[in-house]
T-cell receptor
Framework: ELKVEQNPLFLSMQEGKNYTIYCNYS?????LYWYRQDPGKSLESLFV?????AVKQEGRLMASLDTKARLSTLHITAAVHDLSATYFC????????????FGKGTRLSVIA | DAGVTQSPTHLIKTRGQQVTLRCSPK?????VSWYQQALGQGPQFIFQ???????QRGNFPDRFSGHQFPNYSSELNVNALLLGDSALYLC???????????FGQGTRLTVV
């Protein structure tokens, strides 16, 4: 059974600081997704990582994937209040076109 | 392109009642997946429809059923509602064999 673990589950950080969210998964997979969710809203796709060593950046967020370690990271650089949200990672099982398995999410709060 | 649309956005039902939620996929997509997201949790896979058939199912009771129509739109039905069915229900559409799923805005179901 594919399992996805995120840590930390809660993160309070000051504006301007850097931090990393970690996502571990239990079985081989070659597709990892990061989503953002604002309170009461749906999931907004941030990154799709498709291969070992993949790195993608958008603004203050950078995601990477290490398939050998079964680990993805979401790095936040110089946090701003607008980044406050819950961030989820999700993984497909390797057989293709299969449902996403989500982590529990990391609730990020950026404070002044 | 309207993206993935769900209806209704909110509804309140009484225990024991039945509810139907609707989803129209993104233009060109043929696969619809349904997820349940309880408060403070990550989305959990309910089932997936492709070519008007249920292709995969998560760990949900038979009270949860669905349908996909020839135009690829889909319904989620829940019978004999329980308080624990209160959640955000998310529909995701994708193209069979494709990489990314796109989520609708969700339906917030409250069972009282």
């Amino acid at each position: 059974e594919l399992k996805v673990e995120q840590n930390p589950l809660f993160l309070s950080m000051q504006e301007g600081k850097n931090y990393t969210i970690y996502c571990n998964y239990s079985t081989t997979s070659d597709r990892l997704y990061w989503y953002r969710q604002d309170p009461g809203k749906s999931l907004e796709s941030l990154f799709v990582l498709l291969s070992n060593g993949a790195v993608k950046q958008e603004g203050r967020l950078m995601a990477s994937l290490d398939t050998k370690a079964r680990l993805s990271t979401l790095h936040i650089t110089a946090a701003v209040h607008d980044l406050s949200a819950t961030y989820f990672c999700a993984v497909d099982s390797p057989s293709g076109n299969t449902p996403l398995v989500f982590g529990k999410g990391t609730r990020l709060s950026v404070i002044a | 392109d309207a993206g993935v649309t769900q209806s209704p956005t909110h509804l309140i039902k009484t225990r024991g009642q039945q509810v139907t939620l609707r989803c129209s996929p993104k233009s060109g997509h043929d696969t619809v997946s349904w997820y349940q997201q309880a408060l403070g949790q990550g989305p959990q896979f309910i089932f997936q429809y492709y070519e008007e058939e249920e292709r995969q199912r998560g760990n949900f009771p038979d009270r949860f059923s669905g349908h996909q129509f020839p135009n690829y739109s889909s319904e989620l039905n829940v019978n004999a509602l329980l308080l624990g069915d209160s959640a955000l229900y998310l529909c995701a559409s994708s193209l069979a064999g494709g990489i990314e799923a796109f989520f609708g805005q969700g339906t917030r179901l409250t069972v009282v």
